[in-house]
Nanobody
């Protein structure tokens, strides 16, 4: 059974930093693309950053480029999202997601497994 468990969300002031972690179990890490989506109230779920754990290909949404960094630790089956220079518009529930693919899939509908979500709130 596949489980994705996120942690690291919270309340931070604009300009601050947070690091999200997603621990995966029940999957062969190298066979999956794993990443982060977010959903703000009244908005659609959007891809924030994704990584192909096989070849290390990475995607960032334009809105987070230069501020967020995704990384993975294959020995710990964990994906991280380091978020710096946070803005109020980054406020959302952040979800870890995984799909059995060695290439990056950008649409949320392409992901089979989801974590429970972690709230990130950035105050102005």
């Amino acid at each position: 059974e596949v489980h994705l468990v996120e942690s690291g969300g919270g309340l931070v002031q604009a300009g601050g930093s947070l690091r999200l972690s997603c621990v995966a179990s029940g999957i062969t890490f190298d066979d999956y693309t794993i990443g982060w989506f977010r959903q703000a109230p009244g908005k659609e779920r959007e891809a924030v950053s994704l990584i192909s754990t096989e070849d290390g290909s990475i995607y960032y949404a334009d809105s987070v480029k230069g501020r967020f960094t995704i990384s993975n630790d294959k020995y710990k089956d964990t994906v991280y999202l380091q978020m710096n220079r946070l803005k109020p518009e980054d406020t959302a529930v952040y979800y870890c997601a995984a799909t059995l693919a060695t290439f990056i899939i950008y649409e949320s509908s392409g992901y089979n497994y989801w974590g429970q979500g972690t709230q990130v709130t950035v105050s102005s």
